[in-house]
């Protein structure tokens, strides 16, 4: 059985951004794999420990690929923010980072987010 796996990106040629969209809003663009997951999830976290909101948002909406590393970026991210006491909230998840969520049984977590 493959993992699920959005179309539009392969290991080689995958990039992403994370960028500072406006105020407490991030958004991710790209692919969201094993390929591109250590320069994601370093993106991430340096934009969130910069922003200085209370209450950040997480836009995945221009994720064009994803896979269970993706999923371990969001867990991260949303780990980094409890320990900062901040909130975060994730928008627009990709299905396949949902269909990985519902098996890892961690799916409430991503969609409940964190508060502060």
Do not use: H, Y
């Amino acid at each position: 059985m493959s993992a699920p796996v959005v179309a539009g990106a392969s290991g080689a040629r995958a990039s992403v951004e994370v960028l500072a969209s406006s105020g407490a809003r991030l958004e991710v663009k790209g692919a969201l794999t094993f390929a591109t997951a250590r320069k994601a999830r370093q993106q991430g976290l340096r934009l969130l420990d910069e922003c200085t909101s209370r209450e950040i948002e997480i836009d995945c909406g221009g994720v064009t690929a994803s896979d269970s590393a993706g999923l371990s970026v969001l867990l991260d991210w949303l780990t980094a923010a409890k320990n900062a006491n901040r909130s975060l909230q994730l928008s627009n998840l990709p299905a396949p980072i949902r269909a990985f969520a519902q098996i890892s049984d961690v799916a409430e977590i991503l969609e409940a987010g964190v508060r502060a």
